[in-house]
């Protein structure tokens, strides 16, 4: 019988002798007294199956119905601070990561010039129409390529750099296809002129306009305007 709630009982009674179960008023249910509910807690969590007692529930009462310090209330505030720093930090890191997963190295690049260069030449030997060809090998929309100048050369400090193998021929290509091919550098704004020496001195065919920098700033802009930029670039 220890096993049978107050409701239970309650509910059982009713219409066999109604005068002996309290009745609810007009408020919500009447009123228990606290020795019942302990024990209907208790019959609850037995009949699912749970080791609990009336001193289990009454401890559990007991512990929530103390109010905190203000220092205990201070440090889980603090607490709660902490998560919610370490959460945020954590996501930060991850776009981070991702940032870092665009940048393709300049040894890759250099790699993809080359084979870039062979597989044209294999394809117009068969395919002349290069427009044709360039929208067959794109398998999404593009709007332009910004390319990074440390991308097509190499120690291009004082001097005028060397080219990487492919590279002149893969932008002229993608010119011909009707991609937009634009630079970027980290020099001064004053000194695009030279990048364009530097540029041509290779063969490349363009004109200050083609030039813009510095790159954090392009990049910036980019993504105010709805665009991702993939800049090629040394690791």
């Given at each position: 019988?220890?096993?049978?709630t107050?409701?239970?009982?309650?509910?059982?009674?009713?219409?066999?002798?109604?005068?002996?179960?309290?009745?609810?008023?007009?408020?919500?249910f009447?009123?228990?007294?606290?020795?019942a509910?302990?024990?209907?807690?208790?019959?609850?969590?037995?009949?699912?199956?749970l080791?609990?007692?009336?001193?289990d529930?009454?401890?559990l009462?007991?512990?929530?119905?103390?109010?905190?310090?203000?220092?205990?209330?201070?440090e889980?505030?603090?607490?709660?601070n902490?998560?919610?720093?370490?959460?945020?930090?954590?996501?930060?890191?991850g776009?981070?990561?991702?940032?870092?997963?665009?940048i393709?190295?300049?040894?890759?690049?250099?790699?993809?010039?080359?084979?870039?260069?062979?597989?044209?030449?294999?394809?117009?030997?068969?395919?002349?129409?290069?427009?044709?060809?360039?929208?067959?090998?794109?398998?999404?929309?593009?709007?332009?390529?910004?390319?990074?100048?440390t991308?097509?050369?190499?120690?291009?400090?004082?001097?005028?750099?060397?080219?990487?193998?492919?590279?002149?021929?893969?932008?002229?290509?993608?010119?011909?296809?009707?991609?937009?091919?634009?630079?970027?550098?980290?020099?001064?704004?004053?000194?695009r002129?030279?990048?364009?020496?530097?540029?041509?001195?290779?063969?490349?065919?363009?004109?200050?306009?083609?030039?813009?920098?510095?790159?954090?700033?392009?990049?910036?802009?980019?993504?105010?305007?709805?665009?991702?930029?993939?800049?090629?670039?040394?690791?």
């Open positions: 019988w220890k096993e049978v107050v409701r239970c009982l309650c509910a059982a009674w009713r219409p066999l002798w109604p005068e002996c179960v309290l009745q609810r008023d007009f408020e919500g009447e009123e228990l007294e606290e020795e509910v302990v024990h209907e807690i208790v019959s609850l969590g037995n009949s699912m199956g080791e609990v007692d009336d001193d529930v009454e401890e009462v007991e512990e929530h119905s103390k109010e905190l310090s203000t220092e205990e209330l201070l889980l505030h603090k607490e709660e902490e998560t919610l720093k370490r959460s945020l930090t954590s996501e930060e890191s776009e981070e990561d991702k940032e870092e997963s665009r393709i190295p300049a040894k890759d690049l250099k790699d993809a010039f080359f084979c870039w260069s062979k597989l044209s030449k294999l394809a117009e030997d068969y395919h002349p129409d290069v427009v044709v060809i360039m929208s067959g090998w794109l398998s999404e929309p593009i709007k332009g390529v910004l390319l990074d100048i991308g097509v050369l190499y120690e291009s400090g004082e001097g005028f750099g060397t080219v990487i193998p492919g590279s002149v021929e893969a932008v002229e290509r993608l010119r011909e296809a009707g991609i937009p091919v634009r630079f970027v550098t980290n020099e001064t704004c004053a000194s002129a030279a990048v364009v020496v530097k540029l041509r001195h290779h063969n490349f065919s363009l004109s200050e306009a083609d030039v813009f920098s510095p790159v954090p700033a392009v990049i910036s802009v980019l993504r105010e305007r709805g665009l991702t930029p993939h800049t090629l670039v040394h690791p």
